[in-house]
């Protein structure tokens, strides 16, 4: 029995990445159920070729593949700024989840995992990037910089892009909606990814650390200050 469709005029479209033809065939027929439309790849190339004939908007990741492993393609996708990844492993080790979520994974999950699970995380994912669209406008500026809510792109005060992944670009927009408001790791997890996030403090630090350096936050007024004893503030906003 299906849960319900997603309600949209055109089906989403995911690419499932992984060299297990069988986990392969289960996802993709449990997700079709769903209303969702999905494509398949065994690895990078066969999922360069999909990404290059189809729009993707989201795509579902093995940590552990023969020739370029996952973690590989993670980075390659963020730094080419392609669509959300959601990460699985059969590992299932806590290493493993942080250097994921360090590289820009939107979400981790271990195998094995229960089909309903990982649609919940699919539509978690998903409805956070549709939340920005909707509430936020085309450009979003603050102190000579501009970030691009559409294309997901930060805008140096002297007009050049700086691509962000994913989550860079939902951490800085976390930032943004709370300047002035010193927040904790904790806080800052939750709205990333929801209250029951099983994400670690440490991916946050980095991810923070990366953003910075993207900001070139290296003045001695930074725009994300680093509040002791209590976790991260970005600049009140004049």
Known sequence: MSLTAPAADTPL???????????????????????????EAANGQEMDVALGAKSIDLIILDFMMPGEDGLSICKRLITQGGPPVIMVSARGEEVDRIVGLELGADDYLGKPFHPRELLARIRAVMRRADKHRSEHSALTQFFGWQLDNLKRLLIRPDGVQVALSNTEFELLRVFLDRPGRALSRDQI??????ANSENYDRAIDVQISRLRRKLNDDTQDEIIRTIRGIGYMFRPLK
């Open 13 to 39: 479209h995911i690419l499932v990445v992984d060299d297990d033809p069988d986990l392969r065939e289960l996802i993709s027929s449990f997700l079709s159920q769903n209303g969702y439309a999905v494509s």
């Open 189 to 194: 997890l939750d709205f990333l990814h929801g």
